[in-house]
């Protein structure tokens, strides 16, 4: 009751994970290979045959120029399933470029400080994190959440484990966009398109 995470599928529940890329589809413009990625990494953690241990329902990169649909795809999935506004843990990730940007985001030891991201996900431990324009974060703070994405979890300044196992974790970038806009002018197919974006 606290965390909110649900042990069992409801009815509701049922319904929303069989209809899922429709719900979707009435609130995000075309980005199919992104709704269809989210909606099976959440049918598969629900139905509790994807062998992920403590790891995130899913971890997602949506990567594009700006106005592509990456972020409101987060915030669409957030109203459609988690039916919560507070299970959007959204991070402009541009405000953590310095060298205060690690103890920002996880906390200060020295100081008992809580960071912004340990205390969010400490509060909110059942819905979406999103890591907005992930590139430009310090490396530190990169480095973080790629450790966190293949541990599981978050160690904060005080050593207390915060898990991302109710959570799915996308992150956003605009890295690449000049790049995907001449593929896409050439009129060559989407695979053949995401293909050469994943070798650039």
């Not at 409101?72 to 399933?81: H, S």
């Not at 039916?83 to 991070?91: E, G, M, P």
Request: glycine content about 8%.
């Amino acid at each position: 009751e606290i965390t909110h995470v649900p042990m069992a599928l409801a009815g509701d529940d049922k319904q929303k994970l069989l209809r899922l890329e429709g719900m979707l589809h009435e609130q995000v413009i075309g980005q199919d290979a992104a709704i269809s990625a989210v909606s099976q990494a959440l049918r598969r953690a629900r139905s509790d045959i994807s062998v992920r241990g403590d790891k995130p329902i899913g971890t997602f990169l949506f990567l594009g120029p700006t106005g592509v649909g990456k972020t409101e795809t987060a915030k669409a999935l957030v109203r459609v399933y988690f039916n919560n506004a507070a299970s959007l843990v959204r991070f402009d990730m541009s405000e953590y470029q310095g060298e205060e940007a690690i103890r920002q985001i996880l906390g200060d030891f020295a100081t008992g400080k809580v960071g912004v991201v340990a205390q969010a996900i400490s509060e909110h431990p059942y819905g979406v994190l999103l890591l907005d324009e992930l590139e430009k974060a310090s490396k530190p703070v990169v480095n973080t959440f790629l450790t966190a994405i293949d541990e599981g979890y978050i160690t904060d300044a005080q050593g207390k484990k915060l898990y991302l196992s109710n959570m799915i974790v996308i992150a956003t970038t605009n890295a690449g966009s000049e790049f995907i806009r001449e593929k896409l002018k050439g009129n060559e197919g989407v695979a053949v398109s995401q293909k050469d974006v994943m070798e650039y």
